[in-house]
């Protein structure tokens, strides 16, 4: 991670420079630049706004760049756009192949910490609360030792939809009948998250784990929601046991980070309209 370590330095000196120079008028110049005069960067469709993100017209204008979200990423998953990426300049966004959010921090810190809530936390808030109040029905909550909080973050983390996961059957292993041994990125690999078996709780890196798998199903199995968002599903035409996205996936990416076929056999289509929640 030390080479993440140093983007997040260089992410925190971008943010602070972006401060520095008045940068919400300069976004908003550098936004003109691009719509009107200057060189048109195609948007890759795995750069996705960051959990709880409002419409992609507001965002833009609204958020200051401060690069606040950045800092608090335990796993460093959101960057700052540069010039050439196809997004606004300065804006966070989340490069989902290289490094997911794999919703490690626990509580949506990212939505939290954001000053200007174009990462709005509202919706977040609310669901929690309900899930809570359902809780209670049921349970007592008021119990020693008993932790709100463990039943808020699972509503709070089924509401985000930073996009869904679509699998290509043209490069999918899983629907060509194959399995997958080894590890699936290259050995350099930095990319970290927790997967759902890790004892620690905590994330690790991906180039440390390995698989062995009949038929592959790393999407399915490393997924940190489970099988609300996707699961291994039989194929009614063709037999083969193949990865089913369902209506729970959040679009976090994970099964995009993992996936190891050459060019990722899964990506998320981003929410365009909606706001990403
Ligand atoms: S919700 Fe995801 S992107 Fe946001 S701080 Fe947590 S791990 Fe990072
Ligand atoms: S990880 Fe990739 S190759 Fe494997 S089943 Fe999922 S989409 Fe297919
Ligand atoms: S299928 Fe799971 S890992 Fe993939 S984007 Fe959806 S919630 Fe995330």
Same mark, same amino acid.
């Given at each position: 991670?030390?080479?993440?370590?140093?983007?997040?330095?260089?992410?925190?000196?971008?943010?602070?420079?972006?401060?520095?120079?008045?940068?919400?008028?300069?976004?908003?110049?550098?936004?003109?630049?691009?719509?009107?005069?200057?060189?048109?960067?195609?948007?890759?469709?795995?750069?996705?706004?960051?959990?709880?993100?409002?419409?992609?017209?507001?965002?833009?204008?609204?958020?200051?760049?401060?690069?606040?979200?950045?800092?608090?990423?335990?796993?460093?998953?959101?960057?700052?756009?540069?010039?050439?990426?196809?997004?606004?300049?300065?804006?966070?966004?989340?490069?989902?192949?290289?490094?997911?959010?794999?919703?490690?921090? !626990?509580?949506?810190?990212?939505? #939290?910490? +954001?000053?200007?809530? @174009?990462?709005?936390?509202?919706?977040? &808030?609310? /669901?929690?609360?309900?899930?809570?109040?359902?809780?209670?029905?049921?349970?007592?909550?008021?119990?020693?030792?008993?932790?709100?909080?463990?039943?808020?973050?699972?509503?709070?983390?089924?509401?985000?939809?930073?996009?869904?996961?679509?699998?290509?059957?043209?490069?999918?292993?899983?629907?060509?009948?194959?399995?997958?041994?080894?590890?699936?990125?290259?050995?350099?690999?930095?990319?970290?998250?927790?997967?759902?078996?890790?004892?620690?709780?905590?994330?690790?890196?991906?180039? !440390?784990?390995?698989?062995?798998? #009949?038929? +592959?199903?790393?999407? @399915?199995?490393?997924?940190?929601?489970? &099988?609300? /968002?996707?699961?291994?599903?039989?194929?009614?035409?063709?037999?083969?046991?193949?990865?089913?996205?369902?209506?729970?996936?959040?679009?976090?990416?994970?099964?995009?980070?993992?996936?190891?076929?050459?060019?990722?056999?899964?990506?998320?289509?981003?929410?365009?309209?909606?706001?990403?929640?």
């Amino acid at each position: 991670m030390a080479q993440n370590k140093d983007n997040s330095r260089r992410e925190f000196i971008k943010s602070a420079s972006i401060a520095i120079a008045g940068l919400t008028l300069l976004g908003g110049g550098v936004s003109y630049y691009n719509k009107v005069a200057g060189p048109q960067f195609t948007r890759q469709p795995r750069f996705l706004r960051p959990p709880g993100a409002i419409d992609e017209e507001t965002f833009v204008y609204a958020c200051i760049k401060c690069g606040l979200c950045v800092q608090i990423c335990p796993v460093e998953a959101i960057k700052l756009a540069d010039l050439d990426e196809g997004l606004d300049y300065g804006t966070p966004y989340i490069d989902v192949r290289e490094q997911a959010c794999d919703f490690s921090c !626990d509580s949506l810190q990212c939505v #939290e910490t +954001c000053p200007t809530a @174009v990462l709005d936390f509202n919706p977040f &808030e609310l /669901a929690g609360g309900e899930a809570l109040k359902e809780y209670s029905k049921t349970h007592d909550a008021t119990k020693p030792g008993f932790n709100p909080f463990s039943v808020q973050i699972v509503a709070m983390k089924s509401i985000v939809k930073m996009g869904i996961a679509k699998v290509n059957e043209e490069s999918c292993l899983a629907h060509q009948g194959k399995g997958f041994k080894g590890n699936p990125r290259a050995a350099n690999f930095e990319g970290i998250y927790r997967s759902p078996d890790s004892n620690s709780g905590k994330p690790s890196p991906l180039s !440390d784990k390995t698989f062995d798998r #009949e038929i +592959c199903d790393l999407c @399915v199995t490393e997924c940190p929601i489970g &099988e609300t /968002a996707i699961i291994m599903a039989n194929d009614n035409k063709t037999g083969m046991i193949i990865p089913q996205v369902l209506d729970g996936c959040t679009g976090c990416g994970v099964c995009v980070m993992v996936c190891p076929t050459k060019k990722e056999s899964i990506i998320i289509e981003p929410i365009k309209e909606e706001s990403h929640v």
